[in-house]
């Protein structure tokens, strides 16, 4: 079935560090990609998306791009902020009506 | 704030008993989907209404039930609570059947003691 492998976490980085973290998925059709954010004691929030091949999501400095041939939706961020720790989940919503398909989710801590 | 209201925010019931947690999704909305979000299993989806019909079942134990009503809100029944119950529950919900952007809730902390 369609799933999503994201890198295992802890991820620990000083401020102003570049962020990475790996996403990659099994789907079958064209399924659209998500990454979620879950701040502290808060539910979760959409940070960015993309619905087909090479598109680029971007929100708050975060960026991930569709990558079709590697199965791949890696989320970057050129320089973090101790605010942006938090745990990321990648997603997928698979062709069809099926609802979104998360992966484990990464925690991000941002140290000054 | 994603639209999405979710009442209680916290709950604590003992084992065995009963307790309901209700949604509303965001105006307009017409799909509801629950998710069950705990230490060991990570985020899993339960149960998804579209337009007061169930749509797509997950991984929802027999004990849960949900409906989703005429005005759009959806209530997730949990019985015959056990320990292993004790979880964040969300809610969400999008404007069609699965395509679009889901937007969650903040969720309601269960605690089973």
């Known amino acids: 079935g369609d799933s999503v492998t994201q890198m295992e976490g802890p991820v620990t980085l000083s401020e102003e560090a ?8 099994t789907a079958t059709g064209y399924p659209s990609l998500f990454w979620y954010v879950q701040y502290p004691g808060e539910g979760l929030q959409l940070l960015l998306k993309a619905t087909k091949a090479d598109d680029k ?3 708050k400095g975060f960026e991930a791009t569709y ?4 199965t791949s939706f890696h989320l970057e961020k050129g320089s973090v902020q101790v605010s942006d720790s938090a745990v990321y989940f990648c997603a997928l919503t698979p062709s069809g009506n099926t609802p979104l398909v998360f992966g484990k989710g990464t ?4 140290i000054a | 704030d994603s639209g999405v209201t979710q009442t209680p925010k916290h709950l604590i019931t003992a084992t065995g008993q009963r307790v309901t947690l209700r949604c509303s ?3 307009g909305d017409l799909s509801v ?6 230490l060991d299993q990570g985020l899993q989806f339960l149960i998804q209404y579209y337009n007061g019909e169930e749509r797509a079942k997950g991984n929802i134990l027999e004990r849960f039930s949900a409906q989703q009503f005429p005005d759009l809100h959806s209530e997730l029944n949990l019985s015959s609570l056990e320990l292993g119950d004790s979880a964040l529950y969300f ?14 809730g903040e969720g309601s902390w269960l ?3």
């Open chain 1, 18 to 25: 570049f962020l990475t973290i790996n996403c990659t998925y």
């Open chain 2, 25 to 27: 999704p965001r105006s």
């Open chain 1, 107 to 110: 925690r991000l801590s941002v």
């Open chain 1, 67 to 70: 990558r079709k041939e590697t």
């Open chain 2, 111 to 113: 605690t089973v003691v």
């Open chain 1, 57 to 59: 999501g971007s929100n």
């Open chain 2, 33 to 38: 989907y629950w998710y069950q979000q705990s």
């Open chain 2, 91 to 104: 809610c969400a919900s999008s404007a069609d059947r699965g395509r679009d952007t889901i937007y969650f």
